[in-house]
């Protein structure tokens, strides 16, 4: 199912992989179950209970597929957008579970990919962070070391 979503043959929850590149920011914000598709993993999602689980079959599919892995670096160029639109301003929100679920996914993708998506989101988050001494923007240790640990693997 994962493979067919990603290749943009497959409509779920009333949207596909097109949809979610050309979404607006609000739809993407309110939007909360086309992140588990666009940027699956292989842990189940703590918040949406049916959301697919990416399985080293449908994984190896997709690798070898140049729609998807195209449709994949064009869903990630909409969320560094959609980053640069709307910066992570408190510290455990749902965008940062988001952003570690996107580094998760792209790490097994394609590793520069993953190093792009870092370096144009969490890393300047984290740099933002550093920067403010007292945390007023509200991105803690906490959040930093989770997105250390998604991009490492630990």
Known sequence: MLYEFLKGTMQVNQFTIYDCINATDQWLES?????QWCFPNHKQSSVIKNAPILTDN??????????????????TNRMIQFYDNNPVKSSFNHNCKRITRILLFLKEIDENECERFYRNTAERFILQYRK??????????HTISYWTSALLHI
């Open 132 to 141: 403010t001494a007292l945390r007023m923007i509200g991105i803690n240790d």
């Open 31 to 35: 939007t909360h179950n086309y992140i």
């Open 58 to 75: 449908e994984l190896n599919k997709i690798l070898n597929d140049e729609i998807c892995v195209g449709n994949i670096k064009s869903m």
